[in-house]
């Protein structure tokens, strides 16, 4: 058995995130190993995330400043920039081990590609086995290590266990980058669509609602949907979940729904019903986990 703890870096190990979820694996990893040489660079939601986690410690202001004396890089994979795309690049210049983490199960490929630019890292880091099996058949000639989510152990140790007093129902947002035919933001198609198959779940009315923003979205957005949607709330009390904490807010929820947000996973491992809110017209959800309902009817997971 391999094992899934020790991350075997040589270091100074250079770390570069900008989207949250595979800064949420990352940064777990770092604080587990605080003896480690780490030479972080944060942008976007992981500086915001690695601020609160870290209680305000000290980052590199540059891409090239974290690399600097470092023997490996350890790089996030996501959609949001260039910005782990660019360390990359850097990273591959200077001749240092690259190594990338996939957070999710969706668009692989496509997560190293800029401008029509491929660069694919030495090494790929994954936290499970559904991963570990899609990237092995999508990078044949990479090696791919399944390493420990501490990121999942340890949200799932702070969320409460369900009981007969948890009656909330929970929506996971997430901003959807592929367009679909309808012309509006996929992830308000999604919400919308949610909202017209409520009634017909087996949901008491009085369950409240919380709809929780992604890390990378502001809340005001929903805040304004809501603003425009007054007949939502004639038999329903609905809010914007501002909560800081994920595990607060599904330690309070039976019912978990969204797109495809990997923190429906977390859910799912905490016991929580979970639906996929994709309408018909949407791509399949990506999630491979048969657990998860699909609002709209039976589908194939990838």
């Known amino acids: 058995m391999p094992n899934l703890t020790d991350l075997e870096l040589d270091g100074p ?61 350890l790089s996030g994979t996501g959609w949001e920039s260039s910005f782990e795309h660019d360390a990359r690049q850097i990273a591959r210049s200077m001749g240092l081990m690259n190594v990338a983490v996939l957070d999710h199960w969706t668009n692989y490929r496509e997560r190293f590609t800029r401008n029509e630019e491929a660069l694919l890292p030495d090494q ?3 936290t499970d086995a ?48 592929a367009s679909w035919p309808k012309n509006k933001p996929g992830e308000i198609e999604a919400l919308e669509y949610f909202f017209s198959k409520l009634n017909s779940l087996d949901i008491p009315i009085s369950a409240p609602i919380r709809l929780r923003p992604h890390p990378s979205e502001n809340p005001a957005k929903y805040e304004q949907w809501l603003a425009g949607k007054p007949e939502l709330f004639k038999r329903r009390k609905i809010v914007v979940d501002n909560s800081s904490s994920l595990s607060c807010s599904i330690s309070s929820a039976r019912w978990v729904f969204g797109c495809q947000t990997y923190a429906m996973v977390i859910a799912l491992h905490a016991g929580r019903s979970v639906f996929s809110t994709l309408p018909p017209w949407a791509p399949v959800c990506s999630l491979p986990h048969s657990e998860i309902i699909s609002l709209g009817g039976c589908r194939d997971s990838l």
């Open 13 to 73: 190990v250079a770390v570069a995130c900008h989207d949250a979820g595979a800064a949420n694996i990352i940064q777990a990893w770092i604080l587990s190993e605080p003896q480690k040489k780490w030479r972080c660079v944060m942008a976007g939601p992981a500086a915001r995330q690695w601020q609160h986690l870290s209680g305000g410690a000290s980052t590199h202001s540059s891409i090239a400043s974290a690399l600097k004396g470092a023997s490996t890089l």
């Open 124 to 126: 790929i880091f994954v």
């Open 130 to 177: 559904y991963a570990l099996q899609l990237a092995k058949e999508k990078f044949p000639s990479i090696p791919i290590k399944q390493k420990e989510n501490l990121y999942l152990k340890r949200q799932l140790s702070e969320i409460d266990k369900i009981s007969a007093n948890t009656k909330e129902v929970l929506y996971l947002l997430e901003p959807i980058v």
